[in-house]
Nanobody, 117 residues
Framework: QVQLVESGGGLVQAGGSLRLSCAAS????????MGWYRQAPGKQRESVAT???????NYTDSVKGRFTISRDNAQNTVYLQMNSLKPEDTAVYYC???????????WGQGTQVTVSS
């Protein structure tokens, strides 16, 4: 049974920082592409950052230079360090694990991030 459990969300003032964590179980973590997505009220879910099995990273333009995605394969955990947070970063953040070879994609339950101005 696959589980992705996010933690680390909360309420922070603009300019502040948060670190999200996503602990995975039930999958061979090291071969999966891991990603963070977010969905704000009334908007579609969007990709924030992804990290490949080899450590290559991609970011959406709006978070470049502020957010950092990383992974710890020994701990089966992916992180999202979020600095210089803005009110427009407010959303539910979801962890995703994807392995395209077998069309596998799993989602966590989401964690709320609220940035006050």
């Amino acid at each position: 049974q696959v589980q992705l459990v996010e933690s680390g969300g909360g309420l922070v003032q603009a300019g502040g920082s948060l670190r999200l964590s996503c602990a995975a179980s039930g999958i061979p973590f090291r071969i999966y592409v891991m990603g963070w997505y977010r969905q704000a009220p009334g908007k579609q879910r969007e990709s924030v950052a992804t990290i490949s099995s080899g450590g290559n990273t991609n970011y959406t333009d709006s978070v470049k230079g502020r957010f950092t995605i990383s992974r710890d394969n020994a701990q089966n955990t992916v992180y999202l360090q979020m600095n210089s947070l803005k009110p427009e970063d407010t959303a539910v953040y979801y962890c995703n694990a994807r392995y395209a070879v077998i069309s596998a994609s799993y989602w966590g339950q989401g964690t709320q991030v609220t940035v006050s101005s």
